[in-house]
Nanobody, 129 residues
C-alpha cells in the first residue's frame, strides 16, 4: 500500500505560479511512476503530468499538451516526493489536483488513469482572472 499526501494548493492570480508537492509513504519504490491528474467542476478527470525513473534509463517525463512549457514535474527518490511547478497559470487551470502512483510505464500508457493504483485526496488550485 502506498499513501500519497498533497500540499501546496491555493488561490493565485492568472499569470502566477504555484508549486504542488506530494509525499509518498508506505511501500514506496523509486521504480513507481508518479504523476498528477486534475478535475475541474463539471468536467472529467484529466492527465496532467507523470515522471518515471530507471537506474539504466534515467528520468522520463510526460505532459498533457495544455501544460507543456508551463508546468514542470520533478521527483526526489531519496525523499519519496514528487513536485509539480506550475507557471503562467490560467483560470482554466482551476481544479482539484491529485497525486498518483503506479507501476513503471512507457509512452502512451503513462497518460491513462487506469495505470495508477494509488491516488491522493487532492489539493484545490484556484486561478482568478
Amino acid at each position: 500500500q502506498v499513501r500519497l499526501e498533497e500540499s501546496g494548493g491555493g488561490l493565485v492570480q492568472a499569470g502566477g505560479s504555484l508549486r504542488l508537492s506530494c509525499a509518498a509513504s508506505g511501500r514506496t519504490s523509486s521504480s513507481l511512476t508518479m504523476g498528477w491528474f486534475r478535475q475541474a467542476p463539471g468536467k472529467e478527470r484529466e492527465f496532467v503530468a507523470a515522471i518515471t525513473w530507471r537506474s539504466w534509463g534515467g528520468i522520463r517525463t510526460y505532459y498533457a499538451d495544455f501544460v507543456k512549457g508551463r508546468f514542470t514535474i520533478s521527483r526526489d527518490n531519496a525523499k519519496n516526493t514528487v513536485a509539480l511547478l506550475m507557471n503562467s497559470l490560467k483560470p482554466e487551470d482551476t481544479a482539484v489536483y491529485s497525486c498518483v502512483a503506479g507501476p513503471y510505464c512507457s509512452g502512451l500508457e503513462c497518460y491513462g488513469a487506469n495505470l495508477y493504483d494509488y491516488w491522493g485526496q487532492g489539493t484545490q488550485v484556484t486561478v482568478s482572472s
